[in-house]
């Protein structure tokens, strides 16, 4: 079935459900979410697969001394993946001309997700450790869909990893999201960790998505990447997704 014309059926009984049983649907939103789950573990996957060495810049990474600060207007790394056990489709990709996609969709028993991220690799070099502020800019837009019985969740966030050490520092959400709704917005955040001289690390925009069916015959979908005019994913640079904006490093 084309996206638009599953988007269609998805939106008409959802209306039709909220107009019949006002007291369930509004159960529905609220209860837990397994798909937050999944996501939480789409962010640890994440983590444990560092960069995309097949991707990098060809000038590589950027040196940066401890107490010189440093601006990025273009993105030179990221990566992209998916998990989980169900039967549906994904798409996930990334590129360092600026942006992030990530998308799932499940019409089956089980659960999927899938995660993004785009930014810039340093060096740190010089002597010791010192605390920094490092400042992102970007935008996200995106959409959930969800029927009875699904679940779907979207986290856009920014965050900084030590490639050396394979340990996150510290991060920012953008977006935590569970309802039927589009989502778009820009974003202008800030996020302070003590980088280390001789360390390498990872400083990253990424969205990640998931969906979990607990019944067969229901649907969710959560989209935060472009698809074809057959429904299927095909990351790139258009709307959805995130896109990079800028980051800058300055030392404390």
């Not at 590589?60 to 990025?72: P, Y």
């Not at 229901?218 to 790139?236: H, K, L, R, V």
């Amino acid at each position: 079935m084309k996206k638009a014309g599953r988007r269609m059926v998805f939106m008409v009984i959802v209306s039709m459900l909220f107009a019949i049983t006002p007291a369930f649907a509004e159960q529905m939103f609220t209860e837990i979410n397994p798909a937050v789950d999944l996501i939480n573990k789409m962010g640890i996957d994440m983590n444990k697969a560092g960069v995309d060495h097949s991707k990098l810049s060809p000038l590589g990474a950027t040196s940066v001394s401890i107490g010189t600060n440093q601006s990025f207007s273009s993105a030179d790394a990221g990566n992209c993946g998916y998990g989980g056990s169900g039967v549906g489709t994904h798409g996930e990709g990334f590129s360092i001309s600026g942006w992030a996609d990530s998308g799932v969709y499940l019409a089956a028993f089980g659960d999927i997700g899938s995660w993004a991220w785009v930014g810039n690799q340093i060096n740190v070099t010089g002597s010791g450790s010192r605390s920094a502020t490092i400042r992102f800019t970007g935008s996200y837009n995106g959409t959930i869909y969800r029927l009875t019985n699904a679940n779907a969740s979207a986290r856009v966030r920014v965050s900084i990893l030590d490639l050396t050490t394979g340990a996150e520092l510290g991060g920012y959400a953008i977006l935590n999201a569970t309802a039927n709704s589009t989502y778009s917005s820009t974003y202008n955040k800030t996020v302070t960790v003590t980088l280390q001289a001789g360390h390498s690390y990872a400083l990253r925009h990424g969205v990640a998505t998931a969906v979990n069916c607990s019944a067969p015959g229901t649907q969710a979908e959560s989209s935060f990447c472009n698809t074809d005019i057959w429904g299927q994913w095909t990351p790139d640079p258009g709307n959805p997704g995130v896109t990079y904006g800028s980051i800058s490093l300055t030392w404390n």
